[in-house]
Antibody
Framework: EVQLAESGGGLVQPGGSLRLSCAASGFTFNTYRMNWVRQAPGKGLEWISYINTSGTTVYYADSVRGRFTISRDNAKNSLYLQMNSLRDDDTAVYYC????????????????WGQGTMVTVSS | QSVLTQPPSASGTPGQRVTISCSGSSSNIGSNTVNWYQQLPGTAPKVVIYTDNQRSSQRPSGVPDRFSASQSGTSASLAIGGLQSEDEADYYCATWDDSLNGRVFGGGTKLTVL
């Protein structure tokens, strides 16, 4: 079955760190661009990071740039998000999402989502 | 404050046609195509309209042809015809922003089927 499964969420204090993982299965992971998207409780979706197939190109939303790092291990079919200097407003469900894979990345859509992992930043 | 502006709510009765708007700027909708997502309560989003390699809007397999999208200038819209109770969900537009160098979402529209 084609799927994504996030893990690593939990409760962390402000200023702390957390590493999220996303395990991919059922498809050729190293041929797909990947993303992290989050959703604060009762709020809308926020794209936060992108990585290309080889891991050589990454993009971040302004809200997380300099604090979060996206990476991937194609040998392990896994995507990661290292989150440092966490703040209260980072509290959200974090989804990993796959690009469909059309040629022009700017036009692409997320065609596969994980179930999400909850991150709560609170003292 | 989202980069793309959507109405917070929309509603219609079964069988009606409803339209959800998405307004942006020259650096996002004005330059790139818009994709649309549906999120049912307590579930992950799913794409209902995506862009293909010919820059045309398409529906994934399983999404009924009651769903359609259009885009002009710095605005886009999602239309749902023959409204059904199962269409009740949150809908989000999304695109790439050339100035921000990343993806952006609209704030979302909660569709209620009366």
């Amino acid at each position: 079955e084609v799927q994504l499964a996030e893990s690593g969420g939990g409760l962390v204090q402000p200023g702390g760190s957390l590493r999220l993982s996303c395990a991919a299965s059922g498809f050729t992971f190293n041929t797909y661009r990947m993303n992290w998207v989050r959703q604060a409780p009762g709020k809308g979706l926020e794209w936060i990071s992108y990585i290309n197939t080889s891991g050589t190109t990454v993009y971040y939303a302004d809200s997380v740039r300099g604090r979060f790092t996206i990476s991937r291990d194609n040998a392990k079919n896994s995507l990661y998000l290292q989150m440092n200097s966490l703040r209260d407003d980072d509290t959200a469900v974090y989804y990993c999402a796959r690009d469909r894979g059309i040629v022009v990345v700017q036009y692409d859509a997320f065609d596969l989502w994980g179930q999400g992992t909850m991150v709560t930043v609170s003292s | 404050q989202s980069v793309l502006t959507q109405p917070p709510s929309a509603s219609g009765t079964p069988g009606q046609r409803v339209t959800i708007s998405c307004s942006g700027s020259s650096s996002n909708i004005g330059s790139n195509t818009v994709n649309w997502y549906q999120q049912l309560p307590g579930t992950a989003p799913k794409v209902v309209i995506y862009t293909d390699n010919q820059r045309s809007s398409q529906r994934p397999s399983g999404v009924p042809d009651r769903f359609s999208a259009s885009q002009s200038g710095t605005s886009a819209s999602l239309a749902i015809g023959g409204l059904q109770s199962e269409d009740e969900a949150d809908y989000y537009c999304a695109t790439w922003d050339d100035s921000l160098n990343g993806r952006v979402f609209g704030g979302g529209t909660k569709l209620t089927v009366l």
